[in-house]
């Protein structure tokens, strides 16, 4: 059974290990120590990274009585090896552990609500709440949290009976009835309190600050995401570089990019609905042009192809309540889009054609796929640069339809 020196001391930061066994594992190697100093993953604590010896320890973990350390290389059973914590990884981890222990406190003292769910990552953190808190309301148990780091008050860790801490119940923020024997305790002082197996720095002040990032809906509270310590840190100064970036393109100061930005908003906009305007009107004049090449077919009715080089695509169902109005004429509107070639074929008032058929012939001149119904179906084809002289071929087998 290995030595869990990090529970008592979680400052302590290397010390003299034996090796008591040594297990391959694929390429990773699963070392187990007659104590250590690195915390395995528990608790929602990630496990701590550092080094034995030579060799490099990504992961720990624990199984029953036993803590596995996974290494890049060997290590000799009954060697003598030195056992290094990854300070910068152990502190980051502390941070977001003590933050979430206090950021969940001031929500509960705040607004009752509770933790029920904590998550941690390399990236972000998050707690689930049963209660569903606005943004306001976290920025203010934010502003809670972060002054009670900004005392730096001692966080204790004690040891006691389940039964003795059932006395203890009413002064925690949490209490797991069915735990038993022996807990570990830790206690903020004058604030927090919460059986937890996890790794807290000694002093609240080691965690900086915390950040609350953002919340969504979660089932019937919400989930908050947040960062403490350096994470906070990087996290603002990333977003402020971006939003000095901003200020940069629209020529104004950091603290004008919201208004301008609407305003940017609103010029898009109205500039979207010109553009809209102006090719409805591209639109009636092709069709124009169109309708004066029609040709007509045996039955007396007319055949108009609408032919356009460049488009989005949309521009068949644009035309569609227009071109089903059109009397004893069945059109067909292709569009070049991109890399992709899109027709339309739509069957107007009083005609009987079969929009199906006319499909079925312009799939196989264009190599394409499509389907529809009577009136109106649709289909599309990869680009290609003879398209039209393909159309053209065709005409006459869609005029004898």
């Known amino acids: 059974m290995t030595e869990k020196l990090y529970e008592n001391d979680p400052m302590l930061r290397s010390c003299q290990a034996t090796v008591l066994s040594c297990t391959a594992q694929g390429k990773k190697f699963l070392i187990e120590l007659d104590k250590t100093v690195l915390y395995p993953e528990g608790g929602g604590q990630l496990s701590d990274k550092g080094k034995i010896g030579d060799a490099v320890c990504s992961y720990v973990f624990e199984k029953g009585e036993q803590i596995f350390h996974e290494c890049d290389r060997p290590l000799a059973v009954g060697s003598e090896a030195e056992v290094n914590v990854d300070w910068p990884v152990r502190l980051d981890r502390m ?58 008050r001692p966080v204790h860790v004690s040891y006691m009976d389940s039964k003795e801490a059932a006395l203890l119940k009413d002064k925690m923020r949490k209490f797991n009835s069915k735990l038993t024997g022996i807990l570990r305790i830790v206690a903020v002082e004058d604030a927090d309190m919460c059986t937890c197996c996890g790794l807290h720095p ?29 994470r906070a840190l990087l996290d603002a100064d990333r977003k402020n570089a971006q939003l000095a970036a901003a200020a940069q393109d629209l020529a104004c100061k950091p603290e004008q990019v919201p208004e301008r930005l609407g305003k940017l908003k609103k010029d898009m906009a109205a500039l979207h609905e010109q553009n809209k305007a102006a090719a409805a009107m591209f639109l009636d004049l092709k069709l124009a042009e169109a309708l004066e090449k029609a040709k007509s077919k045996a039955d007396g009715s007319k055949l108009l192809t609408l ?95």
């Open 307 to 401: 032919c356009l080089e460049q488009g989005d695509g949309k521009e068949g169902k644009l035309l569609l309540p227009k071109l089903g109005l059109l009397p004893d004429t069945v059109s067909i509107v292709a569009v070049a889009a991109g890399e992709r070639l899109n027709y339309t074929v739509v069957r107007g008032s009083g005609s009987g054609a079969d929009c199906r058929a006319y499909m079925k012939l312009l799939n196989e001149a264009l190599g394409g796929r499509g389907g529809g119904k009577e009136d109106c179906a649709q289909g599309g084809a990869p680009y290609q640069l003879a398209w039209r002289e393909k159309l053209a071929a065709c005409e006459p087998q869609l005029l004898a339809l």
């Open 95 to 152: 941070q977001q552990h003590l933050g979430e222990h206090l950021l969940s406190y001031a929500c509960f003292k705040l607004f009752q609500a509770n933790n029920i769910g904590f998550h941690m990552n390399e990236d972000f953190v998050t707690i689930d709440l049963d209660k569903n808190l606005s943004m306001e309301d976290l920025l203010q148990a934010e502003l809670f949290t972060n002054e009670i780091i900004w005392e730096d």
């Open 202 to 230: 000694p002093f609240t002040g080691m965690l900086g600050s915390v950040k609350v990032i953002r919340s969504e809906k979660h089932k019937e509270g919400c989930r908050v995401e947040f960062l403490c310590g350096k």
